[in-house]
């Protein structure tokens, strides 16, 4: 018998051939899981399963993944780790892919340059960066994502943002083709980057600055210094909101009066009006409501269009 890939648990109702054959495609390593709840792997902590769940073992395997959904014309999803995300109660049907895998985790440095994966943690990108006395994405230690996340959402904090000290992506195309691009084939926003609405990232080279390592963690301590004085500890998916041109979000929110405010287990946290924190046992819902309210107020009180910075998934 072929060896395949196990799969977790029952496939959902009109799934079984379809969870077999993508079983078959790909290697034993790949790991596939039926309903996996998406609330363990999301900050946020909140939302429903996806459909099947897939963590392919190599790129490889992932053009499988990728070529298997587009032949079938299911819906498909990239999940980073979940920091910029609010999933819906009813969770996202079709493939979510998630680049978890240690073949999709590392980061390899050479001179100034570090080659990451799009699964390796920004935490682990920072330290190592420490370790080599690299200069450049210190910004990143306190940002809870992972390098494709950080891609996409051109991740930023204090004053310097992802693209920034991008010097290449590495990344698939929906039929499983991959391309490396150099950063001026890359148009990035603020906090966006429109490419990888439809590719994946695979991972980038960050182009660093050699110092010393105590310069490095001298920076690094005195941002996280900065973070810990202004955001929630709880559970929560980062910035609710984009900053309107006019005035910071959570300055809004603060003057709006809705610090501490609730909807059912969600809370607008004390330290940071751009912050919805979960007390461990709100619902999408429950979130989303909150955020409606805000948004509601911000219009008719000060004629301030919010536009959430999180990302809303999935179904009701
Ligand atoms: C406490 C807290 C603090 C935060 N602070 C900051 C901050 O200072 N600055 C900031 O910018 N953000 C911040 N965030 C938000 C979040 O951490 C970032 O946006 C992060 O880059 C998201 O990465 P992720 O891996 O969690 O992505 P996810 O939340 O899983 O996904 C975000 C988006 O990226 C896409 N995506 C993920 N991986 C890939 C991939 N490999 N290829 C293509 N698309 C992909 C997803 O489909 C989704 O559209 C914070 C969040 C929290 C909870």
Redesign the pocket.
């Known amino acids: 018998m072929t060896e395949m890939a196990t799969i977790m648990d029952c496939p959902p109702p009109g799934w079984e051939p379809l969870v077999e054959e993508l079983a078959r495609r790909v290697s034993p390593a790949t790991v596939i899981h039926c309903h996996e709840p998406l609330a363990k792997r999301?900050?946020?902590r909140v939302g429903g399963p996806a459909e099947v769940y897939v963590e392919p073992a190599s790129e490889a395997d992932l053009a499988e993944v990728v070529k298997f959904v587009a032949e079938r014309a299911v819906d498909l999803?990239?999940?980073?780790?979940?920091?910029?995300?609010l999933v819906r109660d009813g969770g996202i049907r079709g493939v979510v892919i998630c680049?978890a895998h240690p073949s999709f985790s590392m980061v390899e440095i050479t001179g100034e340059r570090m080659r990451c994966g799009?699964?390796a943690k920004?935490k682990l990108v920072a330290v190592e960066a420490k370790r080599a006395g690299l200069s450049g994405v210190e910004?990143l230690e306190?940002?809870?994502?992972?390098?494709?996340?950080?891609?996409?959402?051109?991740?930023?904090?204090?004053g310097a943002?992802?693209f920034a000290v991008v010097e290449s992506v590495r990344?698939m195309d929906y039929a499983g083709r991959i391309h490396e691009r150099p950063v001026a084939e890359v148009p990035v926003e603020y906090?966006a980057c429109p490419l990888?609405?439809n590719?994946?990232?695979?991972g980038a080279v960050f182009k660093c600055n050699a110092t010393t390592r105590e310069e490095v963690a001298q920076r690094m301590n005195s941002f996280s210094v900065k973070?810990w004085d202004s955001?929630?500890a709880a559970?929560?998916?980062?910035?609710s909101f984009k900053n309107p041109a006019t005035i910071p979000a959570g300055r809004l929110v603060q003057e709006l009066g809705l610090k501490g405010h609730r909807v059912g287990g969600a809370m607008v946290s004390l330290e940071h009006g751009n912050?919805i924190v979960n007390d461990g046992c709100a619902t999408a819902k429950d979130v989303l409501d909150l955020m409606t309210l805000i948004q509601a107020r911000a219009k008719t009180e000060r004629g301030i269009e919010l536009h959430p910075?999180?990302?809303i998934?999935g179904v009701d």
């Open positions: 999301t900050t946020l999803f990239v999940l980073g780790r979940g920091s910029n995300l680049l799009a699964g920004l910004f306190g940002i809870p994502g992972s390098v494709g996340g950080a891609l996409r959402m051109n991740a930023g904090a204090m943002w992802s990344i906090r990888l609405k590719h994946i990232a695979l973070r955001q929630p559970p929560s998916a980062g910035c912050f910075e999180v990302e998934v």
